[in-house]
């Protein structure tokens, strides 16, 4: 999977979700979203495992670089396939040479294509370390193309204006210094996203709201 060098400085606010969007016309597929920068394989592991991986899962890694999260997912969680998209020639082939050598043919496939371009209606787990731009311009393919039940799996950065599954004060999983939000469709865009408040920001609010509900505005 790959990423860019990263802040969360860049990181908005999240929206509320909108209606479902048509994927993008061929014109406006982005070639690429992230230079390629692996995932730490403790990431890998744990992305797959909040994400429930098992026997019954086809797992479609987009930008799959080394093809470790493809490995990973069949000779450590026995998923039944899966599928990376890898749009840099090299890097494709070197993975599929990988294939080969470790004889996952038919279990692990990986396509040198540009993933926007892709069907990936076939996935039951979609993951990904891209950027926060890379994420917004995917979710109308994933809301139009993704079963209900696919969950998604985004290293460091959130798809705005989803839900996560997660609850309490923060809406992503924490490894060290890593973020893991994981996504359940449809509930992630048909679930109202709310921003938490600590207990003093409430009260702030309230008293804020309340001058303005004054007769007269307050004055």
Same mark, same amino acid.
């Given at each position: 999977m790959s990423s860019p060098g990263k802040t969360r400085d860049d990181i908005d606010e999240p929206a509320r979700p909108t209606e479902r969007n048509p994927s993008p016309r061929l014109n406006d597929v982005p070639s690429s979203v992230a230079p390629y920068v692996p995932t730490p394989q403790n990431i890998v592991r744990k992305m797959?495992?909040?994400?429930?991986?098992?026997?019954?899962?086809?797992?479609?890694? @987009?930008?799959?670089?080394?093809?470790r999260v493809l490995f990973t997912a069949v000779e450590e969680f026995n998923v039944r396939r899966a599928v990376?998209?890898?749009?840099?020639?090299?890097?494709?082939? %070197?993975?599929?040479?990988?294939?080969?050598e470790k004889?996952?043919?038919?279990?692990? =496939?990986?396509?040198?294509?540009?993933?926007? @371009?892709?069907?990936?209606?076939?996935?039951?787990?979609?993951? @990904?370390?891209?950027?926060? %731009?890379?994420? %917004?311009?995917?979710?109308?393919?994933?809301?139009? =193309?993704?079963?209900?039940?696919?969950?998604?799996?985004?290293?460091d950065f959130p798809m705005h204006g989803w %839900?996560?599954?997660?609850?309490?004060?923060?809406?992503?999983?924490?490894?060290?210094?890593?973020?893991?939000?994981?996504?359940?469709?449809? =509930?992630?865009?048909?679930?109202?996203?709310?921003?938490?408040?600590s207990p003093e920001e409430m009260s702030q609010w309230r008293r804020i709201r309340a001058i303005f509900l004054r007769p007269n505005g307050g004055s």
């Open positions: 797959l495992e909040l994400a429930k991986a098992g026997p019954d899962d086809v797992v479609y890694d @987009l930008g799959c670089g080394d093809g990376g998209y890898e749009i840099n020639p090299y890097m494709s082939e %070197s993975t599929q040479r990988k294939v080969a004889g996952l043919n038919g279990k692990v =496939e990986v396509i040198n294509e540009n993933f926007f @371009l892709a069907d990936i209606s076939a996935a039951s787990i979609v993951t @990904l370390y891209l950027t926060t %731009s890379g994420n %917004s311009k995917l979710k109308p393919k994933f809301e139009n =193309e993704l079963h209900p039940g696919t969950r998604v799996v985004s290293h %839900s996560t599954v997660k609850s309490g004060s923060t809406d992503y999983y924490e490894v060290n210094s890593h973020r893991i939000y994981l996504y359940r469709l449809p =509930e992630a865009y048909i679930t109202e996203v709310t921003i938490a408040r």
